[in-house]
T-cell receptor, first 112, second 114 residues
Framework: DGGITQSPKYLFRKEGQNVTLSCEQNLNHDAMYWYRQDPGQGLRLIYYSQIVNDFQKGDIAEGYSVSREKKESFPLTVTSAQKNPTAFYLC???????????FGPGTRLLVL | GDSVTQMEGPVTLSEEAFLTINCTYTATGYPSLFWYVQYPGEGLQLLLKATKADDKGSNKGFEATYRKETTSFHLEKGSVQVSDSAVYFCALSDGSSSGYALNFGKGTSLLVTP
């Protein structure tokens, strides 16, 4: 089955620690996105990538980093510079930009 | 900049009632419009979409019509079921947003009671 997978489902971060959230897709999509969802809020864009080895900052990129070394994978690192990381993180992809985006199941990040 | 405004929830309905969730938008270009649904603890699922004025998107009994004159994309369903209980997000995408990223409303929570 084609789809988008995110792991882990839950992730716990200690103070000062960097953590990495995984996003993999086997849909052969060029474009991938990371969004952050806070309770009672819509989703906000963290980073996006339209093609391998290229990515751009979104609206709330501070304290986050990404890489896009393979078409299938777009991992997100939450660094210690992100002071309020507790949120639900959603990865999405589309066949190319301007096309419909499809979402993974999400990773919930909690701070210990 | 672009923005999406949805009616605030929660919305509580009895099974088989008629559903309307209002969504209006502000956009500088000609956006595509979407409704996504989120069940508890899950990611977002595409419910329906419309890419140009007067298009009607439909899926699983839900419908929404792209109204350029009123900048609206209201979601409707004639007879809701308990299984429709979820959070519904209206969103738009156009060339003015980063990489055609989605611009979301805050979501409307729907609870359908038996």
């Amino acid at each position: 089955d084609g789809g988008i997978t995110q792991s882990p489902k839950y992730l716990f971060r200690k103070e000062g620690q960097n953590v990495t959230l995984s996003c993999e897709q086997n849909l052969n999509h060029d474009a991938m996105y990371w969004y952050r969802q806070d309770p009672g809020q819509g989703l906000r864009l963290i980073y996006y990538s339209q093609i391998v080895n290229d990515f751009q900052k979104g609206d709330i990129a501070e304290g986050y980093s990404v890489s896009r070394e393979k078409k299938e994978s777009f991992p997100l690192t939450v660094t210690s510079a992100q002071k309020n990381p507790t949120a639900f993180y959603l990865c999405a992809s589309s066949i190319r930009r301007a096309e419909t985006q499809y979402f993974g199941p999400g990773t919930r990040l909690l701070v210990l | 900049g672009d923005s999406v405004t949805q009616m605030e929830g929660p919305v509580t309905l009895s099974e088989e009632a008629f559903l309307t969730i209002n969504c209006t938008y502000t956009a500088t270009g000609y956006p595509s419009l979407f409704w996504y649904v989120q069940y508890p603890g899950e990611g977002l699922q595409l419910l329906l979409k419309a890419t140009k004025a007067d298009d009607k998107g439909s899926n699983k009994g839900f419908e929404a019509t792209y109204r350029k004159e009123t900048t609206s994309f209201h979601l409707e369903k004639g007879s809701v079921q308990v299984s429709d209980s979820a959070v519904y997000f209206c969103a738009l995408s156009d060339g003015s947003s980063s990489g055609y990223a989605l611009n979301f409303g805050k979501g409307t929570s729907l609870l359908v009671t038996p």
